[in-house]
T-cell receptor
Framework: GQQLNQSPQSMFIQEGEDVSMNCTSSSIFNTWLWYKQDPGEGPVLLIALYKAGELTSNGRLTAQFGITRKDSFLNISASIPSDVGIYFCAGQRNNDMRFGAGTRLTVKP | DVKVTQSSRYLVKRTGEKVFLECVQDMDHENMFWYRQDPGLGLRLIYFSYDVKMKEKGDIPEGYSVSREKKERFSLILESASTNQTSMYLC??????????FGSGTRLTVV
């Protein structure tokens, strides 16, 4: 099955910098989700988006559901060391969920 | 706090062994899923189940089978483990609206 195209694959940033990652697909999804996976743990849901054009914030995180329903982005502002991990996008259509390959984020203190 | 619990965090098995990975959820979700996660490949769906005793193949079912005898439990079975099945295995459950809740994962090494 088709996975989503997530970029970048990895990022190395300085503490305090802002981060942006995105996800695109050739298919339309009804829901876009962003997960974070800490080392040695399973992914945990950060933000869920249910409407095209929706912009949602969760603390320092902001995500948008693209107007075409084929893309989404996640921004992290003022990064801190505990932001380290792998961020996954996911597109959901009914009971079908597709994941991006993940963006590995490293934050240097 | 809702939970998906995977029975083992780390497993080491020998080639040819039959391996059982267990997953239990306490959210009364109909849907349960098994993924494997490999570097650079993201999450790949092995099998899923929408109801008790029901199973569907995902994208990479070869070498695996599953069992769902009770709503809360979904087991992944490696009939004859091979070294290329060394991976992180993630179980998830969902209702169709709210996305997936994942377990903490089982890191399986086949030697």
């Amino acid at each position: 099955g088709q996975q989503l195209n997530q970029s970048p694959q990895s990022m190395f940033i300085q503490e305090g910098e802002d981060v942006s990652m995105n996800c695109t697909s050739s298919s339309i999804f009804n829901t876009w989700l962003w997960y974070k996976q800490d080392p040695g743990e399973g992914p945990v849901l950060l933000i869920a988006l249910y409407k095209a054009g929706e912009l949602t914030s969760n603390g320092r995180l902001t995500a948008q559901f693209g107007i075409t329903r084929k893309d989404s982005f996640l921004n992290i502002s003022a990064s801190i060391p505990s932001d380290v991990g792998i961020y996954f996008c996911a597109g959901q259509r009914n009971n079908d969920m597709r994941f991006g390959a993940g963006t590995r984020l490293t934050v240097k203190p | 706090d809702v939970k998906v619990t995977q029975s083992s965090r780390y497993l080491v098995k020998r080639t040819g062994e039959k391996v059982f990975l267990e997953c239990v959820q306490d959210m009364d979700h109909e849907n349960m899923f098994w993924y494997r996660q490999d570097p650079g490949l993201g999450l790949r769906l092995i099998y899923f189940s929408y109801d008790v005793k029901m199973k569907e193949k995902g994208d990479i079912p070869e070498g695996y089978s599953v069992s769902r005898e009770k709503k809360e439990r979904f087991s992944l079975i490696l009939e004859s483990a091979s070294t290329n099945q060394t991976s992180m295995y993630l179980c998830a459950s969902s209702s169709s609206i709210y996305g997936y809740t994942f377990g903490s994962g089982t890191r399986l090494t086949v030697v």
